[in-house]
C-alpha cells in the first residue's frame, strides 16, 4: 500500500476532528501532500471512525486517483486549488466547527484575544464570503484571504485550517475553535472585548516555534521578553 503510514496519520487526524467537537458525522476532510506531490485525501460521506487505511485516497495534483476504491472527498477541487496556489501548504483541513462559524455570521474577522490564537494560526483569522461545498471558490477565498495565517472562516460554512504538516494544520483549526468559544463568550457579556495589540501577537507566533518536543531552546532575548 502506497503512504501506509501517512494515511493512517490522515485518518487519525479525521477522528480527532470528531474528538474535538470541530466535525459531526462525515463532515468535513483532511488532506496531507506527500514530499513527492502525490495528495492524500478523506473519503466522501465517511464517518471517520468507520474509516479504515485503505480508505483514505492517494490521487495527483489533477486530482487523478493513484491509489484507493473510493471516491475522494467532494471538495477536492477546492483542496488541490490550494495545494496549487499555497506551495509552503502541505496538510488542509475543513470542519464546519461551530463557534468559528458562529463568528463568521457577526464579524469580518477574529481578532487575536487570547495567545493560543496567533500561537496557532500566526494572527488574526479572516472572514471570507460564502463558498457552497464541492465548489473551487472554497480555495479560492481560502487562497486570497489567508494571507500570512494558517485559517479562514468561510462565512455560513465552517473553517480551512492550513499547514506545513498535518499536525500544524490540526493545531490551526483547534486552537481556532478555542479562540472562538472564548470570543462568543466574552461578547455574551459586553461589548468590548479585549485584543492583543500587534507586538503580542507576534510575541505569540513566534514563542510557539519553540513549543513542543524536539525544538531548538528559546533565544534569550525572546524569553525575557515574553516572562
Given at each position: 500500500m502506497l503512504f501506509e503510514k501517512e494515511r493512517e496519520e490522515v485518518r487519525i487526524a479525521g477522528t480527532k476532528l470528531d474528538r474535538y467537537g470541530l466535525i459531526a458525522l462525515s463532515g468535513g476532510n483532511v488532506s496531507l501532500r506527500m514530499p513527492t506531490g502525490e495528495i492524500l485525501v478523506t473519503p466522501s460521506g465517511m464517518i471517520y471512525e468507520d474509516m479504515t487505511t485503505s480508505d483514505v485516497l492517494v490521487i495527483d495534483i489533477e486530482g487523478k486517483i493513484i491509489e484507493g476504491g473510493r471516491s475522494p472527498s467532494v471538495d477536492t477541487i477546492a483542496l488541490l486549488y490550494i495545494f496549487k496556489h499555497m506551495p509552503h501548504i502541505n496538510s488542509v483541513i475543513h470542519t464546519h466547527q461551530p463557534y468559528a462559524s458562529a463568528v463568521g455570521l457577526v464579524a469580518d474577522e477574529l481578532p487575536c484575544i487570547v495567545t493560543t490564537l496567533p500561537n496557532a494560526t500566526k494572527g488574526p483569522v479572516k472572514v471570507c464570503p460564502f463558498s457552497s461545498a464541492a465548489s473551487i471558490d472554497m480555495g479560492i477565498q481560502t487562497v486570497e484571504n489567508a494571507g500570512d495565517t494558517l485559517a479562514v472562516i468561510l462565512k455560513s460554512h465552517g473553517v480551512i485550517a492550513l499547514g506545513t504538516s498535518l499536525k500544524e494544520a490540526l493545531y490551526s483549526c483547534v486552537y481556532l475553535e478555542e479562540a472562538a468559544k472564548t470570543y462568543v463568550y466574552a461578547h455574551s457579556m459586553s461589548d468590548r472585548v479585549a485584543c492583543l495589540n500587534p507586538e503580542q501577537v507576534h510575541q505569540?507566533?513566534?514563542?510557539?516555534?519553540?513549543?513542543?518536543?524536539?525544538?531548538?531552546?528559546?533565544?534569550?532575548?525572546?524569553?525575557?521578553?515574553?516572562?
Open positions: 505569540a507566533a513566534e514563542t510557539f516555534k519553540y513549543y513542543g518536543q524536539g525544538k531548538l531552546p528559546m533565544p534569550e532575548n525572546l524569553r525575557k521578553t515574553v516572562l
